[in-house]
Structures are given as structure tokens and as C-alpha cells.
């Protein structure tokens, strides 16, 4: 059944790769089970026909079983109760929740495919067509907008076009200030602002909650679901988006963030490109955020998007349903 919709694994997989291959293939799996000894025998017999792949050859294949444990548990431990998996007694098999299309688990699932839909080496039937077009345009858009929520702890709102909302840059800057944003808006836009402009760049701004403006921290944000997601930084988009929208900015403390659905396996570029980017919101920090985000909206706070999370569940069990066909 798994064949279907993914590649069998193949030698050049990295631990936390083989854990997403893993991850797939109980989600595909009628019975949500994802076998390690399946996998390892398909490695192993990789490793007889590549004969000159010296290196290969001696992978430890109890240190495999230890790498995949070790990031299991990496993910557990940074994602708690928005991780949909876990491993079995004697880490022979991979579990998906039964409840995996619950809400707390659609954050991370949506990531997980997301982060497979171009040059995966492993999903065989990546989302395409309006599922795709969706997920770029709408789906991934409410995940970044609860992620913000919940990192400011506060409200946020939804910058990026298309937006839901109808409302203009002008207009949606008009209600952010009245929600203690703590900033005026230019209206009309400052006279270098370009006349066809939809969102300025920004795809999501969000602020710490506090009595009365200004906030603590005012951050922007945006959304980068593809893989040129290290090109992406928000700072410039930030200041040419106050310079032709805003005036008498009240905070000093600006934060910046990319909300991406990947997993970074290289710590160095991870570290590297925070500093890039000042925050990086990935596959490890966006669930458990997002989760926070529309528990604070389901409390009576502003948050843009939280009344879609049941379009994010279903969208999901619909790429699911089309990759099983």
C-alpha cells in the first residue's frame, strides 16, 4: 500500500530522512504502522549491490535503529503533544496516532508533506493541481498566521495575498492599529509605494498583547513553503513595508521570521541562516506555536485564519484520500 505514494528508501538517506520515510509510510498505511525491519531490509540489500560503496557497506545498522530512535525522540521532545507519532515496544515500528487528522496533529502532518512536495527523495505523489495551488495559497498561510500568534503570544494578522478577508493593506493596517498594534497608518500609502502592490512583501504580523499600545515587540513575518526558503528573509520587505504603510512605529523591538515546514538537518545551516533570517519558525517549532496561536483566538484574541483550521484538517485527509487512489 505505502509503495503507492512513496519511494522505496534508498542508501542516501539521513537519519532524520529515514524518520520522514517512516513518518510517510504510516500515514499511507491502513493500519498507521510503519515497520523498521521492512526498511532496514531494503537498505541492507541496497548495500550487497553496491559493492564499491565501501562506507556503505559498513554502516552499522544498530547505529541506524539508534539514529532513528534519537531523532524520534528529537522530534518528541520539541513538539510534545502536536508529535502524531510514536515508536512501538522495541522500536520496531512507527505508530500514527489513530486520531491523526485530529487538529493538534494537522500542523505537523501538513508540514511533513509539505516539505516533500518538490525534489523529495522520498514521496512518490507530492500534492499537485488545485491541492497544491490550496496548500500554497490558503493552507500554509493559516499555519504561519496561528505559528505568529502563538510565538508573540499574541494577535495576528494576515498580510499576504490573497487574503480571505478582502480588506486592503490600508484597511487591514487600520484594524491591526486599533488592536494595540502600536502604529499609525499612511492613507493613502507613502507615494513610492508601487500602485499595483497586493501585500508588500509581509505575509504575517503579529504583537505581544499588553494593556494598552505599544506593544513589546512588533514582528513580521514570512512564509517560505518552498525550497528557496533560505533566499527569503523578511527584514528588507519589514522596513520598505513601514516606510509606505505605517507611521509613528511606537516599539523599538522588531522581530523577523520565516515560517517554513521543513526540518533543517544541518545544524550549522540552521544556526546560520537564524541569524539570516533572525528566527526560523520550522517543521520543529510551527506546531507546537500554531497550536498555542488558536488556543489563544479560541479564548476571545484576535488571530486571522483560526476560524479555517477545519479547511487545514480537511485538506489534509484530501491529499491523503488522492495519494491512496
Same mark, same amino acid.
Not at 541506524?64 to 522530534?75: F, G, H, K, L
Given at each position: ?102 487538529v493538534r496533529y494537522a500542523f505537523y502532518l501538513v508540514c511533513l508533506v509539505t516539505s516533500h512536495v518538490t525534489g523529495s527523495p522520498i514521496l ?61 497608518? /499612511?492613507? $493613502? @500609502?507613502?507615494? #513610492? ?7 508588500? &512583501?509581509?505575509? *504575517? ?41 505605517l507611521i509613528d512605529v511606537m516599539t523599538g523591538n522588531k522581530g523577523h521570521a520565516t515560517i517554513i515546514p521543513f526540518r533543517v538537518w544541518d ?17 520543529? /517549532?510551527? $506546531? @507546537?506555536?500554531? #497550536? ?7 479564548? &476571545?484574541?484576535? *488571530? ?22
Open positions: 500500500m505505502t509503495t503507492k505514494a512513496i519511494d522505496p528508501p534508498t542508501l542516501d538517506l539521513n537519519a532524520g530522512q529515514l524518520v520522514d520515510w517512516l513518518e510517510l509510510a504510516a500515514l499511507f498505511d491502513p493500519y498507521h504502522t510503519a515497520r523498521l525491519d521492512p526498511l532496514l531490509a531494503s537498505l541492507k540489500q541496497l548495500t550487497e549491490e553496491s559493492e564499491d560503496n565501501i562506507a556503505q557497506a559498513d554502516r552499522s545498522w544498530e547505529q541506524i535503529i539508534d539514529d532513528v530512535e534519537n531523532e524520534v525522540s528529537y522530534r518528541q521532545k520539541h513538539l510534545t503533544d502536536t508529535y502524531p507519532f510514536k515508536l512501538g515496544d522495541g522500536a520496531e515500528e512507527l505508530l500514527l496516532a489513530d486520531d491523526w487528522d485530529q512518490k505523489v507530492p500534492p499537485s493541481g488545485e491541492l497544491l495551488k490550496q496548500l500554497r495559497n490558503q493552507i500554509f498561510q493559516v499555519l504561519s498566521t496561528l505559528a505568529m500568534a502563538g510565538l508573540s503570544k499574541g494577535p495576528a494578522i494576515t498580510v499576504g495575498w490573497p487574503r480571505k478577508s478582502g480588506e486592503t493593506v490600508v484597511e487591514l493596517m487600520e484594524r491591526a492599529a486599533a488592536n494595540g498594534a502600536g502604529f499609525g497608518v /499612511r492613507n $493613502p @500609502p507613502g507615494q #513610492y509605494t508601487a500602485p499595483a502592490e497586493k501585500d508588500g &512583501g509581509i505575509d *504575517v504580523m503579529a504583537w505581544t498583547p499588553e494593556v494598552s499600545p505599544p506593544p513589546s515587540t512588533l514582528f513580521y513575518g514570512q512564509t517560505a513553503s518552498g525550497n528557496n526558503w533560505v533566499d527569503k528573509p523578511v527584514g528588507s520587505k519589514a522596513r520598505l513595508f513601514e516606510n509606505n504603510y545544524q550549522r545551516l540552521f544556526q546560520a541562516q537564524n541569524l539570516e533570517h533572525r528566527a526560523l519558525i520550522d517543521r520543529l /517549532r510551527l $506546531p @507546537p506555536h500554531a #497550536y498555542n496561536g488558536l488556543q489563544q483566538a479560541l479564548q &476571545g484574541m484576535m *488571530v486571522d485564519e483560526a476560524d479555517q483550521i477545519d479547511t487545514v484538517v480537511a485538506w489534509l485527509k484530501e491529499y491523503r484520500a488522492m495519494a491512496l487512489a
